[in-house]
């Protein structure tokens, strides 16, 4: 298991949703499974506000799980930044 000063040194410092600049203090992990461990391929950085926005309510998480189960079938070669981005697209179109 990753700690969060980890996956902030390996991956891109800005929010995978919105393309913001990331603080190393301020931002928020979003887990793509429902579980609090912290592994770099399972976790995406994201503003606090983007952040809120997917994780509103257990509603909202199980869509989200389906949209990114469906993403990962069209696009499994494409990277979690980008996946993340399809779902916010594809969401927000809702």
Known sequence: M???TEVWKIKDQVCTACGEELDEETFEL???EDTDEVEA???DMMCPSCHERITD???DRGETEDLLEEIE?????????R????Y???FSGN
């Open 83 to 86: 996946k993340t981005l399809e």
């Open 41 to 43: 391929d399972g976790v």
């Open 2 to 4: 990753m700690k969060r």
């Open 30 to 32: 979003y887990h793509r």
């Open 57 to 59: 309510n257990d509603a």
């Open 88 to 90: 916010l697209r594809r």
């Open 73 to 81: 079938e069209e696009m499994p070669d494409a990277s979690r930044e």
